[in-house]
């Protein structure tokens, strides 16, 4: 891949493990981002990842932060290593966006989100799929009321019995192994809890509590990994927002494959099946009366049209499909930088919505939490 447009942002990734596949494969769809290099720890890792993708490998990750010609730094590190290596990065003047969850404790997010502040630099997380056809279109629904009051929300983010999968044997085209070990440890709250908590945010605004409930289900799943290092496999929470929405969301890697959103509003209920396809279709089912004497019943769904016409950037084949394009929120902070403003995923949004997913993923049994990070929601 030649990262030589002079033009473009200049970016480099930090990591070059399972999840960087996923971004360099969106890279082509943002051509004024620029890939001048890659680096890892692991020195065979990031020469199979360079090769295989025909992009240099620093030598340093000293190297690559003297680098003049990047301005973001994409962390792609394990979550473990976010926050330390994201602070050198804002420490060296580079832009940071960073995978999720870009800190596994709140104390280090805040650290990052008000030295960023302080520094005058950008910082932002994954995931982005609130910048997807599918939830611009979600969040253009609700802003013409097409249901009326929302009210409650329904949100899964099941991932399959992965514990009953052959997950050693998954690879990305250059190599890189599926890491169980951290995501095991990690636990699927804390990597998946994201994708909907940012949408719901976004489209409700700051939460007020949580109340949650969290399990490890299969403790056996890795024998290869100590089982008291494991994260709960399943979580269940309420999250109430200032607003008034009551969100429940449920997170697991036991339950059959489910990543569906419901919202039920005063006049119907929007729909959407797969949040980890940026195109997937916004359903609508209206509220309708049929006589005084009959209850309210919901119509047939209708398809929402989408905000603009839907691409399917990337399909990658793992235990199922998905289409995302990763690479689509470090465009948009690239966008940003040069126009001197913000991007629409901001580190005080990804800052609290951090603060729900761990107040989540730290249960272990019942737990409630109020909550005290906010943002402004644009």
């Known amino acids: 891949m ?6 473009a942002t200049g970016i480099a990734f930090i990591g070059c ?7 360099i494969a969106t890279l082509p769809n943002h051509p004024h981002l620029s890939l001048r290099g890659v680096y890892d720890l692991d020195a065979e890792r990031a020469k199979k990842f360079s090769e295989h993708h025909e992009v240099r490998p620093y030598a340093s990750l000293d190297e690559l932060l003297a680098d003049d010609s990047v301005a973001i730094a994409v962390n792609l590190t394990n979550p473990h290593s976010h926050y330390e290596v994201s602070r050198r990065c804002l420490e060296a003047g580079k832009h940071v966006y960073s995978e999720k969850p870009f800190a596994e404790e709140l104390w280090q997010a805040t650290d990052l989100v008000e030295y960023a502040e302080q520094l005058g630099l950008t910082l932002s997380s994954a995931p982005c799929s609130l910048l997807g056809e599918t939830a611009r279109t979600l969040q253009q629904a609700l802003a013409q009321g097409l249901v009326g009051q929302p009210r409650l929300v329904y949100a899964e983010l ?3 019995a992965v514990h009953q999968m052959n997950f050693r044997s998954w690879a990305g ?11 095991f440890r990690v636990g699927p709250t804390l990597e998946h809890a994201a994708y909907y908590l940012t949408w719901l945010t976004a489209f409700f605004g700051p939460a007020s509590e949580v109340t949650s409930y969290g399990g490890l289900l299969q403790p056996d799943k890795a024998p290869d990994v100590d089982p008291t290092a494991l994260a709960p496999d399943f979580t269940c929470a309420l999250v109430r927002f200032h607003s008034g929405v009551v969100a429940r969301l449920t997170c697991s890697t036991v339950a059959p494959e489910d990543h569906s959103l419901r919202i039920v509003g005063d006049e119907g209920v929007l729909s959407v099946a797969e949040c980890w396809d940026y195109g997937a279709p916004v359903t609508l089912r209206r509220r309708v009366e049929m006589s005084e004497s009959t209850p309210h019943y919901l119509a047939e769904p209708q398809r929402i049209p989408p905000v603009r016409p839907t691409d399917r950037p990337f399909r990658y084949e793992r235990h199922h499909g998905h289409d995302m394009d990763f690479a689509r929120g470090i465009a948009d902070m690239a966008e940003a930088i040069r126009g001197g ?8 949004h990804a800052l609290h919505v951090l603060e729900i997913t761990l107040a ?7 737990a409630h939490t109020v909550l005290h990070t906010t943002f402004d929601q644009t």
């Open 341 to 348: 403003g913000s991007p629409r995923l901001t580190a005080r």
């Open 2 to 7: 030649d990262g030589s447009n002079s033009k």
């Open 158 to 160: 099941d991932d399959g």
């Open 173 to 183: 085209p250059s190599g890189a192994p599926w890491p169980y070990a951290d995501e």
């Open 360 to 366: 989540v993923s730290s249960a272990e049994g019942a």
């Open 17 to 23: 493990g399972y999840v960087a596949d996923f971004y």
